[in-house]
């Protein structure tokens, strides 16, 4: 079945930076659409940002752009969220899931921005 772990979530300092990696697997990872999305504590899940199979175009939140680059691996089946200029607004648990599928959500990591 379609699986998604996500990892290297972790506490970071405002200004820092993290790389979040996303293992996929139970389908064919490069010929997906891939996307980031994030839930703060009492908010709804929200997108962060995608990147397309085979050409590899990214979209971001307005929130995130030019802090957060997306990438992906295809060979490793995984994607990457690099996050710059952390600041506690981006304290989140972080989920990566297929771009157009309604997939089941992954355990997620957790991102925790603070002093």
């Known amino acids: 079945q379609v699986q998604f772990v996500e990892s290297g979530g972790g506490l970071v300092q405002p200004g820092g930076s993290l790389r979040l990696s996303c293992a996929a697997s139970g389908f064919i990872f490069k010929l997906d659409h891939m996307a980031w999305y994030r839930q703060a504590p009492g908010k709804e899940r929200l997108f962060v940002a995608s990147?397309?199979?085979?050409?590899?175009?990214?979209n971001y939140a307005n929130s995130v752009k030019g802090r957060f680059t997306i990438s992906r691996d295809d060979a490793k089946n995984t994607v990457y969220l690099q996050m710059n200029s952390l600041n506690p607004e981006d304290t989140a648990v972080y989920y990566c899931?297929?771009?157009?599928?309604?997939?089941?959500w992954g355990q997620g990591t957790q991102v925790t921005v603070s002093t």
């Open positions: 899931k297929r771009y157009t599928w309604a997939d089941v």
């Open positions: 990147i397309t199979s085979i050409t590899g175009v990214t």
